[in-house]
């Protein structure tokens, strides 16, 4: 397994997959971070003629005042954690790169049909599947990190005065990130091992990590059952809920993410495995 | 020794039978020149051989060992259908990817050697996707060799290759199997490249061994019969049940006749002079064996 886990790193390092994932992640973070810095300058504005906010006004009070007003629109003094959701996490960068990234990655490999070299000299298919897990997840955690360091880094660029959150809040709210966005991985692994076919792959990438499956199903349950509690079992609702931050994480509570995301998991996570267990490679 | 074996080997797609109760032995040192129709299963059986398609029902033992414990490392090199090369990625990083997966010491060095085996050294950093159809073969036979196989899978290796192209792959292929001793299994359309390699055959038909047979026994079926030519057709022919009664004689137009049997041509053509009958033409006639595979593997 670990010759396996050096040839997939090695192809992602050399591939340009990942360059081109990390680049559009930083012009997304950018644009964010303008755009922030657009709602920023807005809201004091606002606040301003208000009368409210004087300009120069660096102190305590100013938490006051952007709690007054609807948290969407002042940026300093908003805690990091949830700047962090603001920019990119719901803002979806990190999700949307790292769900093509990890479809990509090893939907190519059975495309081109570089798959069959790698099987013909291992006949054990679990310790592919394995690595290819390892693989996802490690670029999770890197990408997850790097985005959390490049949103602070813009933000103190720009001059935004956030409260720093406490390390045991950025803990939890980072390792549930990378739990749904882990999840939502593994069910774009099964639809390729599955399916085995790029375009299909690519549209489910899309679909899913632009939140399109999501809110259409989070509509139809609150058409079709209002009141019901059936869309707590949408990883989509998890995931909007972490990307809330603290509060979204309390509103919606910390064992239904939980118990979402490890059964997402695990349910797709086995049907990956199996699908590749069982179907012939071409 | 038997390093391939295939016992009652089936391979279902849905209804539809692909390969039935195949049996099948190759031998160690063997090249093994896989013979069939578009669609008689050839590359269905490299597929359950090397682990990419499971078998329907049936046994297959690789080296001796039934391939359902298998675990490991297999010392199995293939090319089957087509090469299966990263396509942004150059020669080199399609190559150092399966030494990698293999384990290889020294990824680097048999890298390059593999590249200069195959004469592909001096591609550089090109894409794979603007390879020549012929590039792209020679990268898959150099990764059909990363990690020292013992056996070789080769499905149609020589097309798109030009005749020079065939030649050398040809060449390379017999070296693999006289200098590094691997046998190799290859599967061709072109009947005449394998004749230059094979030493045994194997020939299937809807999916099932018609028979395996030497290079030997090839050339011996299709030495068929003697044609012989005399200036007495008639009186020749009473000569040959006198003196050969075991051999069957055809008259056949222009005083000619032919023999069949395991006649001895030089022993007839005493008989002949011995008798006063002049030989114009004593020669065995060797049927094509293009013919003769073609007949056996089922075609008009
Ligand atoms: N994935 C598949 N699904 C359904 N049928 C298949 C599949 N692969 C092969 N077959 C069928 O199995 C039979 C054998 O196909 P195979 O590719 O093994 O033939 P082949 O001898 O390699 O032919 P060719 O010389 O054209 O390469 C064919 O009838 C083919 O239609
Ligand atoms: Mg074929």
Redesign the pocket.
Known sequence: MINLLRMDFYRLLKGKMLMIGICIMVAMIAFMTGMAVFVESEAAAQLIADGTLTVTTQNTSSSDVTDSNSSQTAITGSDQIKYMNASFFAGGSTSIVLCILATLFIVTEFECGFAKNVFSIRFNRGAYFASKVIVVFVLTIALMLFSIALSLLGATICGFDLVASPFSEWVQWFCLGTLVLFAYELILIAMVLITRNKVIAIIAAVLLSFGIIGNFLTMLITQLMPGSEIYKGILFTSFMAVGNGETGIEALGLTVILTVGLAYALVFGIAGFIALKKR?V? | MNIVETHMLSKR??A?A??TAFNMQVHSGDIYGFV??????????MKMLSGLATPTSGEIKLFNKSIRHASGEQKLGILI?NPGLYPSMSAYDNLMLKCLCAGTVNPKKTTNQLLDFVGLANVDKKQSKHFSMGMKQRLGLALALVGDPQLLLL??PLNGLDPEGVREIRQLIIKLNEEHGLTVII?S?VLEQLGKMANRYGI?RD?QMVCEITAEEVTAQCSEYLHLETNDANKALVIMQEKFPNLKCIAMPQNAIRIQGFANAALIGEAMSHAGIAVSALYTHNRDIEDFFVEKMGGN
């Not at chain 2, 578009?38 to 269905?44: D, Q, R």
């Open positions: 012939d071409y | 797609y849905g539809k692909a390969v069939g129709r578009n669609g008689a299963g050839k590359s269905t059986v259908e499905d149609e599967s359309h299937i999916g």
